[in-house]
């Protein structure tokens, strides 16, 4: 009997896995594709450097709010409607959706700012006329990181009630919005392009509040006073997923001043060059997700540490050995990816030779990127998120010391690699971490059991 459960298990956890797999591809698919039509578009120029620049300061925005609120969020909204009911918690939703979009305002408002000061200490070296475009950019896509962070808010509240179908294919949106304007139009500009990531967005998150208030639950009445359900201020709990994501975000900004040491062009050489590994990566991370994260939880909740552990050790194992296996892949086709996705016209042969060897040391990011998310998954659910901000942080100093060096040396490839070390070490100190926790943890939870014998029971 058991081992037909563990067959049946093993059976819905597989068709589970192959559906995330095949909306991942979907997906990131769809988005790389996007990449390549907006390389063949604008090559590698001014405009397009000038819109790369700007993307990771906005990608911080939406990875320390929305990302972190909304992991904090689903867990509050999930309480709050198992005590209360379903029209508790979607009332107590709107309530903190318009906390978040207020938060979301104020801090864009702020990175813009920190665009300037960005653009004149990290970048001294770009032309003047590339900074005044910067600040132009920076000044249409305003409204981006707002909806962008919203959106990733409800994806991700979508995504922990099991709607991950939705998720991913709204996530396609914004990609295939700009695949037809570009395809459609001759008229391909830079401000055309940054305009077309809001209005993506924007659709996105109609679709996603949509399909999250529909519910019929909005008419069951609510039981006593509204103000009982709620579970405190759900910014201040996620203070700490906030600061941990800030930290890490730093990382691309840090990648920038080391790239634009190299040349006037290479934040978009760099980012064309590093897109198929990252897009592997986006699709492991996922799916590693599906298969370990609820197991490593629902281990962390029962106090079940030897089980734990063996896990653990399995999945930071897998995620090297794939991770290996993806570095020998890029080694063997690297090359003609490059050259049938990205090799452009313009670009001479020691410059795709240089792209080409900077897309393989990239490529160890399959290994080094999947190994710190392993420990960081198992390190939240023990849980020691606080201990997830000092990993981060010991990996942004990895990369301030190496990228400047590695850069001068090597050029573009060097930054990669600085990338993958900054990563590795972040994976390396949470892993001793948790191996000095889970012991530690495991004697508290038997001394537990000893002095209250029901819970052995």
């Known amino acids: 009997m058991r081992t037909m459960s563990l067959v049946g298990r093993f059976g819905i956890l597989a068709a589970a896995c192959i559906e995330s797999l095949s909306l991942s ?44 609120y909304g992991f904090t969020l689903a867990t509050s909204h999930e309480r709050v409607r198992q005590k209360h009911g379903d029209f508790a918690a979607k009332v107590e939703l709107k309530k903190h959706l ?9 801090v864009s408002l702020i990175a813009l700012f920190f665009v300037v000061l960005t653009a004149e200490f990290l970048w001294p070296g770009l032309p003047q006329s590339a900074k005044a475009q910067i600040y132009n950019l920076a000044l249409l896509t305003l409204p981006w990181p707002a909806l962008s962070g919203l959106v990733a808010i409800l994806g991700t509240l979508q995504a922990t009630q099991g ?15 700009i ?28 679709i996603l509040l949509l399909t999250t208030f529909r519910s019929p639950a909005n ?19 996620s203070l700490p997923l906030v600061a941990g994501a800030l930290v890490m975000g730093v990382m691309p900004l840090v990648e920038q001043a080391a790239a634009n040491s190299v040349s006037s062009n290479a934040l978009v050489l760099l980012a064309y060059a590093t897109r198929w590994p990252l897009a592997a990566v986006s699709l492991l991370v996922p799916l ?25 050790y399995r999945y930071s194992a897998t995620t090297l050995g794939v991770g290996l296996l993806g570095f020998a892949f890029f080694g063997l086709v690297g090359s003609f990816l490059f050259r049938s996705t990205f090799g452009l016209a313009e670009m ?16 160890t990011q399959l290994a080094t990127y999947c190994f710190y998310m392993a420990n960081e998954r198992a390190a939240m659910a023990i849980p020691l998120r606080k201990n997830i901000a000092a990993a981060r942080i010991c990996g942004i100093a990895t990369c301030a010391i190496t990228a400047p060096v590695l850069a001068s040396w090597m050029g573009l490839t ?40 029901s819970l052995a029971a």
């Open 25 to 68: 591809i979907f997906a990131r698919g769809i988005g790389l594709f996007r990449e390549i039509l907006i390389a063949a578009t604008f090559g590698v120029t001014t405009d397009i450097n000038s819109f790369y620049a700007l993307l990771p300061i906005w990608n911080l925005v939406i990875s320390a709010i929305g990302r972190s």
């Open 98 to 106: 318009r906390e978040a979009t207020l938060l979301l305002s104020v």
């Open 163 to 177: 709607r991950h179908r939705l998720h991913m294919v709204t996530s396609a949106i914004t990609p295939m919005i």
């Open 179 to 206: 695949i037809a304007c570009l395809s459609a139009t001759t008229i391909h500009t830079v401000y055309i392009l940054a305009a077309l990531y809001s209005i993506g967005a924007t659709v996105e998150l109609a």
């Open 219 to 237: 008419s069951i009445k609510l039981e006593g006073d509204s103000c009982a359900a709620s579970d405190g201020s759900v910014a201040w709990k």
């Open 288 to 312: 590693y997700d599906r298969l370990y994260l609820a197991d490593l939880t629902w281990l962390s909740t029962d106090q079940k540490w030897s089980r734990f552990r063996r896990l653990w």
């Open 348 to 363: 001479s042969e020691n410059d795709f030779e240089s792209m080409v060897s900077t897309q393989l040391a990239s490529s």
């Open 414 to 453: 060097g930054v990669a690699i600085s990338s993958s070390l900054s990563l590795l070490a972040a994976g390396v100190v949470l892993a001793i971490q948790i191996a000095f926790c889970l012991p530690a943890t495991s004697m508290q939870s038997e001394s537990i059991r000893r002095s209250n014998p």
